[in-house]
């Protein structure tokens, strides 16, 4: 089992910037993808950036340029870190850890459904 507790969302202004951060306990040892999603009202939840076992971070093409993700050297954090924030980001955000094969993160070819353990989410709003 793997616990994720999220923090770090709020509301902030246009062109301000963010870090959400995704707290991991239990068996991490485990984990081989560390993603964030998002969810707006009325969407689905897609995939924002992911850090694959062995890898670098990798972002949606909507978020490239603007975001960061990365983890402490303990490996038990990992963080979203948003730059240029306009009301098209606001959401619920979601840290979600995958236990699976690496190959059913790479790419988002599993989509959310490869992901067993996730956080409780955490809101952005973003007033323009």
């Known amino acids: 089992q793997v616990r994720l507790v999220e923090s770090g969302g709020g509301l902030v202004q246009a062109g301000e910037s963010l870090r959400l951060s995704c707290a991991a306990s239990?068996?991490?040892?485990?984990?081989n993808a560390w993603a964030w999603h998002r969810q707006a009202p009325g969407n689905q939840r897609t995939l924002v950036?992911?850090?694959?076992?062995?890898?670098?971070?990798t972002y949606a093409d909507s978020g490239k340029g603007r975001l960061a993700s990365f983890r402490n050297n303990a490996r038990d954090t990992w963080y979203l870190h948003m730059n240029n924030l306009n009301s098209d980001h606001g959401a619920v955000y979601y840290c979600?850890?995958?236990?699976?094969?690496?190959?059913?993160?790479?790419?988002?070819?599993?989509?959310?459904?490869?992901?067993?353990?996730w956080g409780q989410g955490t809101q952005v709003t973003v007033s323009s």
């Open positions: 950036a992911v850090i694959i076992s062995g890898g670098s971070a």
């Open positions: 239990g068996n991490i040892d485990s984990v």
């Open positions: 979600a850890a995958g236990i699976g094969s690496i190959s059913d993160y790479d790419a988002d070819v599993g989509g959310p459904y490869a992901y067993t353990y």
